[in-house]
């Protein structure tokens, strides 16, 4: 550039093969870029919310009902293969049912009362139902059908005449779908079961069948349902109405699903980690000493003679020449150890609402006690909300029970019924006798001593036949239904263990009573 371009009294010349671009066009050209690089950062971020698009996608894939199939298939595997979730499903068992659950019911047949404890006591004496609802096998492979599938479905089969309620347990797979009320989803009407039969001569047969829930109990009620446009006629079974336990659900869900879904990843991983730091330790320790030799026949010769020191006892000498160089196998790289694993067990401990200490039966380094403790009462409530949850169906299945022992035309139990809609509601003369004591030992362990002290400081204020279902469940009797029953004579009323015969029948006396009545 001249002295004369640089005065700007002309232009400079145009370089070869370069064109001159007018400053407004440069900054166009300027703004467009902006625009471009604004246009960039969007797409980046949209890519980044593909991530969160994708979830939603799954998320909507596997809670349909064959993603939940799919789940409650590997949560069984798990729950036998994995020694984690084995863990965890044996502790949430244990919380839950491991001791025990006791049922009363107030009319006991005295004072004009029918007898309602009697007929729940043998319902839940019975073999059937012991096998299925009330048996402490019954009760732990139930627990743990939730832990895997998270829904439970109870078939009550009903006698039409005598009210008699058999239950069965119908298997999460075969029921396909819910069919709610129009514009109410909370209201469930049926449940559709899909299941393969085998006939008398060995042939497979399809079938279905739509199953009422316990509450739905319509004016009409047709023997088959079929659906517009279709042929296909499905059978109506109202004497075998279904009640439905499910966990885990969200407000919409038609079904629950298991406490194992949230660990499953992390079990995996658990495991995982576990297979390569065994696979790591092992190639390390395959090669525990290393020589260094300078030539490939001087190698040879070595790999001969650390062969046969391989032979050689403990304690054993060498003796080496001065190029020979034997030195053990560094282990400042090795950094990998199992205790790494104890995130990933800590996702599954909270997966099943569990401390990890007790998870893995280990209470760790010092501290780690102390914090399992400060956790334990979480893990007390988690594990009673649990037990609610069963109490809320001991209570809808025994409802049901009774209700049928007054519909049934020989059933045990008078009463009156009145009809809300597509619900019935049963009555008892006195309302009271139906009300149910369904008790879970408490979870948090009270001193002995602290109870009794308790119990005696309350005698003379409490009934004295509470007072002795007190003292027994404190100290953990099984059967305590059946102790009292030995407790009451035939008029319901307590019968004092501490006091004699003489003072009884004295007292009968006073009553008006025959004496020699008490002492039969």
Known sequence: MGLLERMGLREAAVPEGKELVVAGTVETLGHRLEE??????ALIMAREDVGWQKITQDA????SRQGLKTSAELSRVFVIANPLLKRGNALRVAYVHGQGVGTTATGDGAEGSQDVNGLIQEWLDDPEVREVFAGAQ????????????????????TNPLTGRVNPRLIDFDEVEDKVTKPGDKTTTWYYLRAWVEVDGSGREVQRKAYYPDITYRPLARPKFIQHAGSTERIEVMWDAPIFHVKVNALNGWKFGIGDAYAALPWARGFKEFLEDWALHMKSVSRIAWQSVSGKKSDAQAKRQQLAALGNMPAGSIVNSTADSKLEAMPKSGVTINSES?????????????LPVTMLLSDPGSTGARAVAETLDRPTRLE???RQEVWREARRQILGYVIDQAVLAPRGPLKGSLERDGDRIRVKLPRPQDRTLTITYPDLEEIPLDVIMDALTAANGHVPPLLIAELIMRALKVRDVDEWLEEMKDDDGNFIDPTVTAGQAAADAFRRGEDPASVLQ
Do not use: I, W
Request: no cysteine; proline share 2%; glycine share 4%.
């Open 36 to 41: 471009l690089t604004e246009s960039y950062s």
């Open 138 to 157: 019954a009760q732990e492979r139930n627990e743990t059908s939730l832990t895997t599938d998270g829904n439970v479905f109870f078939s009550l089969f």
């Open 60 to 63: 909507a894939q596997e809670f």
């Open 383 to 385: 594990m009673q909300s």
């Open 341 to 353: 694993a104890k995130p990933l067990a800590a996702m599954v401990a909270s997966a099943l609402g």
